[in-house]
């Protein structure tokens, strides 16, 4: 997927509420929270925990799903390496408008290619992109399989399923690891939580 | 472009976060304001009026713009019937997703063909879908031609230009018509606001 502008005749226009503008109105900075890891590492779970924690907090909060946008979205694409990474180009875009919008953003896909997520990154302006690892054996994955796919996928019905016959690439210098095979997931939220405050995103004490 | 799900082996799984609970917290609802109409019409210029109006009122607003998703999420597509298609239908799913998280979602395309419009407002629930018909005549159009574009049309500097050598297809049952050939913008605007009051988007007087 070619990363050049096809289109001619367009120009960059910026609106009149600027992204400053929403963090003062919202309270707290927005971001992107991209959550990586296998398949039943716990992804959604903790992207939902961690959404539910913010929201009560009074943040402005919204999670782009693997599952989901594939209904919509991305509906077009299937699950070749070509495919993985247009859907990854394309939910990075998404996320970036609503990290723009002032939302924090959550991303919960596996996104195996380390170039897909770097792209994703590298789009974002600097500082507004967090990688959380979310960390988990793949023997942890493939019992807990809260969807059945590893069982298919170990039976041949699955074609390029990660871990088991596509790679995952794990993130070299994640701004976060969360090992869900470790630890709670009560105890990943606070570990997510508290890097926000610490990185400013979140207002420190309350 | 096939509206068929490609995907197998997904699941649609809902954020614990729900969308009546994000309306709660703005204290607003959520909607799309797709602005439809020549280029030159007035469409951003429109759209960014209204945002900065909502905005000072504390409404959570945003404005997907034609020229500028295009460096981003559409950066692949050109100008074919084909890709002005495509175009549509991912905004409509990125207008939808930020509507549900609870965003007054303004978009601000030319968007000429009807059956894309419709496709739009179909993935969207009941009721959210406002299309605005930013009315203008031609000539008014190609006379204010603020980015030049109607000379370079004319003169065949641009193929398949809307209203000059490709189509427009002007709404049929918009909800709202603003004629910025008759009106200003500031009544365009408050026309608008109006129209969000009486659907109960913005609640009731201030």
Chains 1, 2 share one sequence.
Not at 111 to 126: H, L, N, V, W
Request: proline share 4%; net charge negative.
């Amino acid at each position: 997927m070619s990363r050049e502008i096809k289109s001619q005749n367009i120009t960059y226009t910026e609106g009149a509420v600027k992204h400053e503008h929403r963090a003062e109105q919202n309270g707290h900075g927005a971001a992107i929270l991209w959550f990586t890891g296998l398949s039943g590492a716990g992804k959604s779970t903790l992207a939902q925990a961690v959404e539910q924690k913010l929201f009560l907090m009074g943040c402005h909060t919204y999670i782009l799903d693997g599952d989901n946008i594939r209904f919509g979205l991305n509906r077009d694409l299937g699950f070749s390496p070509e495919d993985r990474t247009e859907n990854i180009r394309r939910i990075g875009e998404v996320a970036k408008l609503m990290m723009d919008a002032g939302t924090i953003c959550l991303t919960a896909f596996i996104s195996p290619y380390i170039a897909d997520r770097q792209a994703a990154r590298e789009i974002t302006p600097e500082g507004k992109f967090i990688e959380v690892y979310t960390k988990c054996s793949l023997e942890e994955c493939e019992r807990r399989d809260p969807k059945g796919l590893y069982k298919k996928a170990r039976a041949g019905e699955i074609p390029q399923f990660t871990g088991i016959s596509a790679p995952y690439e794990a993130p070299e210098n994640p701004e976060l690891v969360v090992e869900t095979d470790k630890h709670s997931i009560g105890e990943c939220v606070d570990q997510v939580v508290a890097y926000l405050r610490e990185r400013g995103v979140l207002p420190n004490g309350d």
